[in-house]
């Protein structure tokens, strides 16, 4: 019985060490998301300050500051700030999901793996969940790469968004700017 139970202890020890919890590393991801207006003109955006992390059990929690959006127009960034994400109340966007430890830690350096993942998407206060088509490589020096390989697109009336979609269309006195957003990532992780 002495014996199963330090047969069990050790393979939990080895199997945590194993399962490390994996940080996202900023400056090497980046979130970008389109708009389009006057039903035609696409302008790419991105989000500067992304956190997140993947632990032992393989929960994935990310965190978006909204507050970093980055249009490469300072007077828009501070307008999608305040009329759109609101963020003197809602100061970050949330990702939840879940994936597989095991399937990641058997892959070797270079090695891809494809996969649909569920997300739950937090935003303006509603959850919704969302399925992603990602490849995940594992890269040198315990280093993923997580990669959407098809954009998922954010429905802005699914986050109570249109109100201030609207009201950057009255401000910026467009014709039109589109409720249908594509959203793509690439995100590293390292232990």
Same mark, same amino acid.
């Given at each position: 019985?002495?014996?199963?139970?330090?047969?069990?202890?050790?393979?939990?020890?080895?199997?945590?060490?194993?399962?490390?919890?994996?940080?996202?590393?900023?400056?090497?991801?980046? %979130? #970008?998301? /389109? =708009?389009?207006?006057?039903? $035609?003109? &696409? *302008?790419?955006?991105?989000?500067?300050?992304?956190?997140?992390? !993947?632990?032992?059990?393989?929960?994935?929690?990310?965190?978006?500051?909204?507050?970093?959006?980055?249009?490469?127009?300072?007077?828009?960034?501070?307008?999608?700030?305040?009329?759109?994400?609101?963020?003197?109340?809602?100061?970050?966007?949330?990702?939840?999901?879940?994936?597989?430890?095991?399937?990641?830690?058997?892959?070797?350096?270079?090695?891809?793996?494809?996969?649909?993942?569920?997300?739950?998407?937090? %935003? #303006?206060? /509603? =959850?919704?969940?969302?399925? $992603?088509? &990602? *490849?995940?490589?594992?890269?040198?020096?315990?280093?993923?790469? !997580?990669?959407?390989?098809?954009?998922?697109?954010?429905?802005?009336?699914?986050?109570?968004?249109?109100?201030?979609?609207?009201?950057?269309?009255?401000?910026?006195?467009?014709?039109?700017?589109?409720?249908?957003?594509?959203?793509?990532?690439?995100?590293?992780?390292?232990?």
């Amino acid at each position: 019985m002495y014996k199963l139970i330090l047969i069990t202890l050790s393979l939990l020890l080895f199997s945590s060490h194993a399962l490390a919890e994996w940080k996202l590393n900023n400056s090497e991801s980046s %979130l #970008h998301f /389109i =708009s389009i207006k006057k039903s $035609s003109v &696409a *302008e790419i955006h991105h989000f500067k300050s992304i956190t997140g992390e !993947v632990d032992a059990k393989g929960s994935v929690e990310i965190a978006i500051d909204l507050a970093s959006v980055e249009s490469n127009i300072p007077v828009r960034n501070e307008r999608m700030q305040s009329m759109l994400f609101n963020v003197e109340k809602f100061t970050q966007a949330n990702i939840n999901g879940k994936v597989d430890l095991q399937k990641l830690a058997s892959l070797a350096a270079g090695e891809t793996h494809q996969e649909t993942i569920t997300l739950t998407l937090e %935003l #303006h206060g /509603i =959850s919704q969940a969302l399925q $992603s088509e &990602a *490849e995940v490589i594992k890269l040198v020096d315990n280093r993923l790469l !997580v990669r959407s390989t098809t954009p998922i697109i954010i429905n802005a009336q699914d986050y109570n968004l249109t109100k201030g979609i609207e009201m950057l269309r009255t401000v910026a006195k467009l014709p039109s700017i589109s409720h249908a957003v594509p959203v793509s990532y690439s995100l590293v992780f390292e232990k």
